[in-house]
């Protein structure tokens, strides 16, 4: 039999049953139609929103306001706000916010109650990332007003919690940096103190300028010493007058003590100024950096109190009008080619079988 006459005897067989083909796929169709509009209708409100980048939560560096930010937030804070909606945080506090137990009717005092209401309030709830780099979140409902609260309501709670992730940051920062000064203040203090000891030891209350008095008395000193010296020495040689000896004998005593105890002074301070400098240059760095560090708390306590949205609204979840589910022409239309196509396929197999007597050949076997 060629392949022409198999089609046309398919095409007879489906054709000698055309009736009862139609009428079954009628019915199926009628009875899908019936039972399809018992089903309730759900609405579908959506809720589109950007994620907001954390530069807008940190402060500026002093003398940077002309520095550029981002507005918008990259791919790790869109998949941090994506992880956010979807945990189970934000789940349940939307079930317990709008008593989702008696709005589905489930028992929250059972052992599955939990997993029952989380399991049902997922088939209806959607975040899901756009192809624009946006979150769009969806909840279905049979109350389209109830579908628009718990939308709004789900981005509310995501912009709290992302709110607070970056004010914990903030805070764990503002705390480390808060320890870090109150350990550096310890450690200026210990640095004056030592400043303070030093110059006490060696008689240093200002290096510069007692060096350059230092070099100048001094010099002046041994000047003043070698001329009352030589003055003395001059009358002692030529039996001068008596007076004038012995006030040359005491005044060039008292200037070699004068130029002994400067000595030693200089000697003191040329020992000490090198530590006294050091220490002075370490003190000077060290409050630099300290007056840096309060400068950044400062900057940090005022972007943890200043208000920060952790995600930019495109679209508030309006009311919905139309239904989103069920489509019930696409279902009837749906089954009742399915019911067609399931006839076709008992025509043909019922055909087969006749021919090939299968019935008695396994009535045989």
């Known amino acids: 039999m060629s392949n022409n006459e198999s089609l046309l005897d398919l095409f007879a067989q489906l054709y000698k049953w055309r009736k009862r083909i139609i009428a079954v796929t009628l019915t199926g169709a009628i009875l899908m139609a019936a039972i399809s509009l018992l089903l309730p209708n759900y609405f579908k409100a959506t809720t589109v ?10 402060p500026l560096p002093v003398g940077s306001d002309d520095q550029i930010r981002e507005i918008y937030g990259q791919d790790t804070d869109l998949d941090r706000l994506f992880s956010i909606a979807n945990s189970n945080e934000i789940i349940d506090g939307l079930i317990k916010k709008f008593d989702l137990y008696t709005h589905y009717d489930i028992d929250s005092s059972s052992n599955r109650g939990k997993h029952n209401i989380r399991k049902k309030f997922s088939k209806l709830y959607e975040a899901q990332k756009t192809k624009y780099d946006a979150l769009s979140l969806s909840v279905e409902d049979k109350d389209p007003v109830m579908a628009a609260n718990i939308a709004n309501e789900a981005r509310l709670k995501i912009d709290e919690t992302g709110q607070l992730l970056i004010k914990t940051s903030q805070k764990n920062a503002l705390e480390s940096i808060t320890k870090n000064i109150e350990a550096k203040e310890s450690a200026f203090q210990v640095l004056t103190d030592s400043l303070f000891a030093l110059r006490q030891k060696y008689k240093i209350f200002d290096v510069k300028s007692q060096g350059e008095a230092y070099g100048q008395y001094l010099v002046s000193s041994e000047g003043a010493y070698k001329n009352a010296l030589s003055q003395y020495n001059f009358y002692s040689k030529n039996q001068g007058p008596t007076d004038s000896l012995q006030k ?14 400067l000595r030693n002074d200089v000697k003191l301070y040329n020992e000490g100024s090198p530590l006294i400098l050091s220490l002075e240059r370490e003190r000077s760095d ?20 200043a208000p920060f949205n952790a995600l930019h609204l495109v679209e508030h979840a309006e009311v919905p009008v139309y239904k989103s589910r069920p489509g019930r022409s696409i279902i009837v239309i749906g089954v009742a080619l399915l019911i067609f196509l399931l006839m076709c396929l008992w025509v043909i197999v019922q055909d087969q079988l006749n021919k090939n007597n299968w019935r008695e050949k ?3 076997a």
């Open 248 to 261: 040359y004998r005491v005044l060039s005593a008292a200037l070699r003590e004068q130029v002994t105890g």
């Open 49 to 58: 929103f950007y994620a907001a980048s954390p530069d807008l939560a940190q």
């Open 286 to 305: 060290f409050n630099v950096q300290l007056s840096l560090d309060r400068q950044r708390k400062k900057q940090l306590e005022a972007a943890y109190n």
């Open 362 to 364: 396994l009535g045989n």
